[in-house]
T-cell receptor, first 115, second 114 residues
C-alpha cells in the first residue's frame, strides 16, 4: 500500500463546476498538508498549505483535512480553464529545516476544465 | 529573481553515457533537493543538501551522484545511464526556517535514455 494515494484522473469538468480533488494517507504522524499545482511542462508550485485538521480557504480554493479519516481534499469553486493542471497533494510529519526529505507526494490528479 | 533554474530542459542519452543536470537558485536557500517524476508515481527524492558541502541520499539515490560546492548550485550527475533513468527531473529549494513548507521548483529536465 502506498503511503499516499491519489486518483490520477484525468478529471474533466465544464467551466464553472465545483471540483473535488482527494488524497488518502496511511501515516497517522502526518500533520502538515500541502497542495501543489503543476502546469504542463512546468515545475510544481505551492497552492495551499494547512496544518492539522480543519478547513482553509483562499479565494476559489478550499483545502480540507480530516485526520480521523486520514483524508484530505481540495475544492475548487467556479472552475476556470486556467485551472487545468495536475494537482499533487503532499504531506509531512514535520516542517521547517530540511523537511523536504520527509515530504511524501501523491501521484497527482490531472484536471481538465472545458470552456 | 530567476528562482530555480535547471539546464538542460531536454536531453537524450544512450545507455552507458553519463551527464550532469545543472541546478542553480538565486534565493539564498540553504536546502536544495533533486526529485524525479514518473507517470503515476509522484515525486521521488533522489538526493538533498542542507548546505554547501553537505549532501545526503533520498529515497532513490542509486545511479546518481551530487555535489554542493556553493549555496547556489546543486548539480546531479548520472553515471552509466540506464533506461530506468528515463524521467523528468526536478530541482527544488526551500527556506531553512519553519515556514509554510513551500518548495520552490525549477521547470524540470526531461531525460530519455535509449
Amino acid at each position: 500500500q502506498k503511503e499516499v494515494e491519489q486518483d490520477p484522473g484525468p478529471l474533466s469538468v465544464p467551466e464553472g463546476a465545483i471540483v473535488s480533488l482527494n488524497c488518502t494517507y496511511s501515516n497517522s504522524a502526518f500533520q502538515y498538508f500541502m497542495w501543489y499545482r503543476q502546469y504542463s511542462r512546468k515545475g510544481p508550485e505551492l497552492l495551499m498549505y494547512t496544518y492539522s485538521s480543519g478547513n482553509k480557504e483562499d479565494g476559489r480554493f478550499t483545502a480540507q483535512v480530516d485526520k480521523s479519516s486520514k483524508y484530505i481534499s481540495l475544492f475548487i469553486r467556479d472552475s476556470q480553464p486556467s485551472d487545468s493542471a495536475t494537482y499533487l497533494c503532499a504531506m509531512s510529519a514535520e516542517i521547517g529545516g530540511e523537511y523536504g526529505n520527509k515530504l511524501v507526494f501523491g501521484a497527482g490528479t490531472i484536471l481538465r476544465v472545458k470552456s | 529573481n530567476a528562482g530555480v533554474t535547471q539546464t538542460p530542459k531536454f536531453r537524450i542519452l544512450k545507455i552507458g553515457q553519463s551527464m550532469t543536470l545543472q541546478c542553480a537558485q538565486d534565493m539564498n536557500h540553504n536546502y536544495m533537493y533533486w526529485y524525479r517524476q514518473d507517470p503515476g508515481m509522484g515525486l521521488k527524492l533522489i538526493y538533498y543538501s542542507v548546505g554547501a558541502g553537505i549532501t545526503d541520499k533520498g529515497e532513490v539515490p542509486n545511479g546518481y551522484n551530487v555535489s554542493r560546492s556553493t549555496t547556489e548550485d546543486f548539480p546531479l550527475r548520472l553515471e552509466l545511464a540506464a533506461p530506468s533513468q528515463t524521467s523528468v527531473y526536478f530541482c527544488a529549494s526551500s527556506y531553512s526556517d519553519r515556514r509554510t513548507g513551500e518548495l520552490f521548483f525549477g521547470e524540470g529536465s526531461r531525460l530519455t535514455v535509449l
